[in-house]
């Protein structure tokens, strides 16, 4: 069985921003399910990472038709940068917001990242392992996040969970809906790459504020989980 291939985003991309675009107050980004009081919605999370992190300069790694979220976080004067596989992305994004056309770049999380060793204080990657295979995800991806991540950093980490791979129907896409395929992934097997590669979670602390193994429902429904590991100092 094969996972979503790029074509599918290419096809949607000129739908995909009516969806994202208004998602950080739409239900398609408020969960069905949380497994933490504290996270509701996609804000939750940025807000929390941006706390978490120590400095300004940051990477979404799979930004999607539009670049949604490296708008928004340069409108609160960060230096965001967004990459995708899909070039179709890349240039709605370019044309949505030329104000940030220099940030937007394709390039393929599955291959070697093109920025220098160290160069972010925190990197997020939402729902994009889900289209790439676990062998890749745990040989190069995975390293390659924590290469560019300087000692401190912040990795947020968001995927379908479970094993194997699911096919379910999407019918966010407009009339009808859509058949699609997702590669899911155990946790705890991420967590170990992640260790090997320098890195620890983040619990969640005694204010009770995000942190730890965190789980929600999509409105597909869909079970996610997310968190966050911090790269160790040299």
Known sequence: MKIDSLDFYREHTRRYPDLSLLSHESTHSVYGYS??????????LLHRIVELAQGQRSLDAGCGAGARDVHLLHTWGHEYFGIDAVDENISLGKELHPEIAD????????ETLPFRDGYFDFVTCNAVIQHVPVVTTEKTTLPEFTRVLAPGGVLQLMFKVGSGIV????????????????????????????????????DADSGGNLGGLMYFDDPKPMRYCVFWVRKNQA
Do not use: K, W
């Open 103 to 110: 940030r937007l770049q394709v390039a393929n999380i599955g």
């Open 35 to 44: 497994s933490h009081p504290r996270l509701r919605n996609d804000m939750d």
């Open 167 to 202: 096919t379910m129907e999407d019918e966010a896409y407009g009339a009808g809906s859509v058949e699609r395929t997702f590669q899911l992934y155990n946790e705890h097997r991420l967590l170990d790459v992640l260790e090997e590669s320098g890195c620890s979670l983040i």
